[in-house]
Antibody
């Protein structure tokens, strides 16, 4: 059975840092494209970042230079390091898989809420 | 970035109705268009990929069509569990972008 389980969310002050984790079972992160997608309260879905199977990384303009995606193949875990957090980063963060550059998001985690507020 | 525009933003319908949701891309995306269903408080779930392919386990009342810039999601006979929010998403060019969502409400 495929499972993606995010953790690491919480309440953080503006300017602070947080690291999200996504533990995967049922497939290997090393062979797949792994993404972070977020959803602000009451809003739509926004793609945040991608780490390809080979390790190349890509980011939305809104987070470029502040967020860093990484993975640990030995732990089958995806990470999102978030620095210089702003109130508009407040959202539920989902990890999700695509099996290629053109594929759909076919597996999603349950999400972890990040609230940036003073 | 490719803009994805869904219409309507919301609709009211009854159980058993047929409904259609439209998604338009700001440029051609071939058939790289996917549809998701999101229930309140839950992660999105994949319904349709590559414009018209039904994801495994999704009921056959859901169907998708289109190519290029114009796409549709149809639900042939609404069931009580279908009154939730639907999103389209293009996977043709990075960044992957979503439509703003369509909320299907009970009339």
């Amino acid at each position: 059975e495929v499972q993606l389980v995010e953790s690491g969310g919480g309440l953080i002050r503006p300017g602070g840092s947080l690291r999200l984790s996504c533990v995967v079972s049922g497939f290997t992160v090393s062979n797949n494209y792994m993404h972070w997608v977020r959803q602000a309260p009451g809003k739509g879905l926004e793609w945040v970042s991608l780490i390809q199977s080979g390790g190349s990384t890509y980011y939305a303009d809104s987070v470029k230079g502040r967020f860093t995606v990484s993975k640990d193949n030995s732990k089958n875990t995806l990470y999102l390091q978030m620095n210089s957090l702003r109130p508009d980063d407040t959202a539920v963060y989902y990890c999700a898989r695509t099996d290629s550059g053109y594929g759909p998001f076919d597996y999603w985690g349950q999400g972890t809420l990040v609230t940036v507020s003073s | 970035d490719i803009q994805m525009t869904q219409s309507p933003s919301s609709l009211s319908a009854s159980v058993g109705d047929r409904v259609t949701i439209t998604c338009r891309a700001s440029q051609s995306i071939s058939s790289y268009l996917n549809w998701y269903q999101q229930k309140p408080g839950k992660a999105p779930e994949l319904l349709i990929f590559a414009a018209s392919s039904l994801q495994r386990g999704v009921p056959s009342r859901f169907s998708g069509s289109g190519s290029g810039t114009d796409f549709t999601l149809s639900i042939s006979s609404l069931q009580p569990e279908d009154f939730v929010t639907y999103y389209c998403q293009q996977s043709y060019i990075s960044p992957r972008t979503f439509g703003q969502g369509t909320k299907v409400e009970i009339k």
